[in-house]
């Protein structure tokens, strides 16, 4: 009888859970699905300018989650494992597209000064700067043909070449940038010599270029050091679980171990992000 009744009561608690799951999960992970159908749609579309649907997107972060989650079970056969696995699935699109991000960053901050150059060659020779917009798109490849040529194509639509210029600036990001729109900008109420404030802002976008690269030098050391922090843990987990194998797999088995790998991670993890911290000056 008491057998029954607490049969009884544990499926009714399990119903329960079951109903508050279901009322207060679905709308979550519904506006979970959502903010992140929205922010690949701002990366991949909005930002680097792909054709790629963001429903698919998510669809792969999904899939990418269960597949982490599936590994990290037939790796460490535990709760733990399929938590690491399933964030590791969450966090690797993420971690690619601010990949992709930075390299693509790193050729507009590279295709600047050429750019500028073309521009102030545009305009030395008649052209306005809608004109001249079109001949540094004709001339250019790769991430500034892309957004130049996203310019244009919302100029030709009929919007403001200034309204253009402010989500060209928005969609880039770069400071650089900014400024060479701002002083286009400035240049179209005010008037002047726009070839020769090209000139100029080239000159300065140039000198920035040269102070940053100089800082990476001087910075490179600490960067790498930070890596070989972050890396060497790992490097010597492996190392004793291939000297005392029987050992070394406490620390993923037993409670204990398991607190202590976490207290380890969290603290590299930040004293990378630390000094990596630390290392990134701007100017």
């Known amino acids: 009888m008491h057998h029954k009744l607490w049969l009884i009561t544990l499926s009714s608690l399990w119903g329960v859970c079951i109903m508050l799951g279901?009322?207060?999960?679905?709308?979550?992970?519904?506006?979970?699905?959502k903010r992140r159908e929205e922010a690949y749609d701002r990366t991949l579309n909005q930002h680097l300018l792909l054709d790629i649907n963001p429903k698919i997107a998510v669809m792969f972060s999904i899939i990418l989650v269960l597949l982490g989650g599936t590994f990290g079970f037939g790796a460490t056969e535990?709760?733990?494992?399929?938590?690491?696995?399933?964030?590791?699935?969450?966090?690797?699109?993420?971690?690619?597209?601010?990949y992709l991000n930075a390299q693509r960053n790193e050729k507009l901050e590279a295709q600047l000064i050429d750019g500028i150059t073309v521009l102030a060659s545009g305009?030395?020779?008649g052209l306005n700067l809608g004109q001249s917009f079109e001949l540094l798109v004709k001339?250019?490849?790769?991430?500034?043909?892309?957004?130049?040529?996203?310019?244009?194509?919302?100029?030709?639509?009929?919007?403001?070449?200034?309204?253009?210029?402010?989500?060209?600036?928005?969609?880039?990001?770069?400071q650089?940038?900014?400024?060479?729109?701002?002083?286009?900008?400035?240049?179209?109420?005010?008037?002047g010599d726009t070839a020769q404030s090209l000139d100029r802002i080239a000159d300065s976008v140039r000198e920035i270029q040269r102070l940053?690269?100089?800082?990476d030098a001087l910075t490179s050391k600490g960067r790498s050091q930070a890596w070989m922090m972050a890396v060497m843990p790992v490097v010597f987990l492996f190392m004793m679980l291939s000297i005392d194998n029987e050992s070394t797999m406490l620390l993923f088995t037993e409670p204990v171990g398991r607190i202590?790998?976490?207290?380890?991670?969290?603290?590299?993890?930040?004293?990378?992000?630390?000094i990596r911290k630390i290392m990134a000056v701007d100017i």
Do not use: C
């Open 78 to 98: 535990n709760l733990v494992g399929i938590g690491l696995g399933a964030l590791s699935g969450l966090l690797l699109p993420t971690l690619l597209l601010k």
């Open 139 to 174: 001339n250019t490849q790769g991430p500034i043909h892309q957004e130049f040529g996203q310019l244009i194509r919302e100029y030709q639509m009929g919007l403001d070449l200034t309204h253009a210029m402010h989500n060209a600036a928005n969609r880039i990001k770069l």
């Open 22 to 33: 279901t009322y207060y999960g679905v709308p979550w992970l519904k506006d979970w699905l």
């Open 212 to 215: 940053e690269g100089k800082l």
């Open 260 to 274: 202590l790998l976490l207290v380890a991670a969290g603290m590299v993890g930040m004293a990378f992000l630390w």
């Open 176 to 191: 650089n940038y900014r400024l060479l729109f701002s002083a286009l900008e400035m240049h179209r109420q005010r008037g």
């Open 123 to 125: 305009m030395r020779a």
